[in-house]
């Protein structure tokens, strides 16, 4: 029992059942009935027969040909619309399960780290029929295995009325061709190869059809180069299906033998028996049929959908157990300290380290910094040096390797993650452009109109003021704004949250894409109202960094240099260097653009 739990199938049938125990019960009931109703349509045949035979009434014959004929056809359909709606309710379940375990953990390495994204790859893929069928279609393919199966061991329970050895003969034959053609109804798919394939099929896919691609595959000619790398992923996912469930030649012609002679043995019997008188015509008529419909056991039954969607199912449940004790996945734990009213002193990285799961090398060695509590701190340093992941450390999104970031003295994973997550406001490089309405961009969660007017005032984007409007062009009404206006649609997501109560504000290059007339208004601004949090800025426009109370350079994972404005420049370092060389480029281009004029 425990070996048979542990399967995969019964796993599945086990999620049908929760997931909707009335139309499972339909399901597996409509199952069953269809899967004997052949077994009467052969007895009836062979009543009518008899009754030809003895010049009996044929009434009740004919009618029961015709009842059961009628069920036949009447229940299939029915069956498979019942099946459908029960693959979507299993779907929409285990849809929803995923995003739980997807979003629960706290940090973002299961994300990233490729053994974990390969479980979610099988899993998200369950039903979006990359590799097989969806679960609401495969109902009907996995329905009608069983109802062959079913129907095969039912009429072979009908030979049992011939002959004790005649549903052992069949049974037996049956085995033998499941056993031979084993391989043919199974397919591993969580091998690396075909998860690889998938992930590749279905990112070229979503290069082809989703909007942010679009520019530079028109732009640069790709739009046949991604066509082709989606053909050719989706081939080789068809193509390792193929080869892993082809009925293959060998034990195909040995499970064709085996049936020949099963069969011919049977018939043989039959004849025989038939010619001496043993059996009747009518007898003869429904054990002959009995014999071919059991026969159909030998291909039919449990099928590749079956363990296709049961392997989905698998997955989805693999990566709930993976994400609930998976130590990468939860290696950020929150702490019970609120962190309400942090920081009142200070934030202090003390020595940390910390490497990312993929890399070997240490992204930050050894760093030591002190943030003052209500000061700005601007963070510079060339690509690739840290600055991201120092602050994706703050935000608790990764924890430090090795030493330890204090908060009021406080190490940060003793904080209570969900109140220091209320008290810190980000905007990342890559923010995100969510397709919703300005207000949801602004406050997904409950805000009032003239708080998110208020807050896109202060991000320069007053202009802005049709809330419900979508930011997509692909909805009613919608529309798209310029790389400015989202960046400062953004800006606004984190002065709400400021508005809100949060003290600790993270802008990573959160003017970039600002023209500079705009970048120097909306960042007073932003420093306006920010007055008061502990602000972390990183930027590489050095009349944005100069805004700041005290700036970090770092390189090679430490802080090589820290002061303000004027005390770096005096140092005469890697600071001075950098702003120099920016502000000579900008006065040659200015005064080239002057001279043009
Ligand atoms: N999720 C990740 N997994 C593995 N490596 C990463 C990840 N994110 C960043 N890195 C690596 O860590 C290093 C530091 O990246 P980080 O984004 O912190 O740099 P940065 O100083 O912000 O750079 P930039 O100025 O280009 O934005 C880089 O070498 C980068 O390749």
Partial sequence: MTLLRARREWVFFATLWRSHPGLTAVWWALTLFRGILPAGFVVAIGALVGAVVD???LTAPLLLIGVVFALMQLLAPLHNQIGSMLGEHVSNRLHDRLLVAAGTPEGITHLENRAHMDEMTAARDFDLGMIGPPLHLSMSIIAGGLV????????????????????????????STHWLLRESSQWDRNTGEVLDAQRRAEYSYRLAVDSPAAKEIRLFGLASWVTDRFAADRRALVELRWHATRLRQKPMRWAVAVLTTSGGLLFWSLGRDAATGAVDLGQVSTF??????????????????????SDGVASVLRVEATMASSGAARSVVSGRTTAEGMPAAEIRFRDVTFTYPSMSRPVLDGLDLTVPAGSSLAVVGGNGAGKSTLVKLLCRLYDPVSGRIEVDGTDLRELDLESWRRRTSAIFQDFIR??????????????TDEEVRQ????????????????????YENGTDLSGGQWQRVALARVLHAVNRGAGVVVLDEPTAQLDVRGEAEVFDR????????????????FSTVRRADRICVIDQGRVV?????????????????????????FNEERNGADRAS
């Fill in 55 to 57: 010049g009996a009434p």
């Fill in 148 to 175: 062959t199966a079913i129907s095969g061991l039912a009429q072979a329970a009908v030979l049992a009325a011939y002959a004790w050895w005649a549903p052992l003969l069949v049974g037996g034959a049956w085995l």
């Fill in 288 to 309: 002959a049929y009995a014999a071919v419909g059991a026969s159909a056991l030998a291909f039919g039954g449990l099928n590749w959908a079956l363990s296709l969607a």
């Fill in 434 to 447: 969510y397709e919703l309405s300005l207000k949801d961009n602004v406050a997904p969660l409950d805000a």
């Fill in 455 to 474: 807050a896109l005032d202060t991000a320069g984007a007053a202009d802005l003021r049709d809330l419900d409007r979508i930011l997509s062009p692909g």
């Fill in 526 to 541: 932003v420093l306006e109202a920010t007055r008061g949090c502990t602000t972390v800025l990183i930027s590489h426009r």
């Fill in 561 to 585: 240099e820290l002061g303000s404005h004027d005390e770096l420049m005096a140092l005469g370092g890697t600071y001075k260097r950098l702003f120099e060389l920016q502000a000579t480029r």
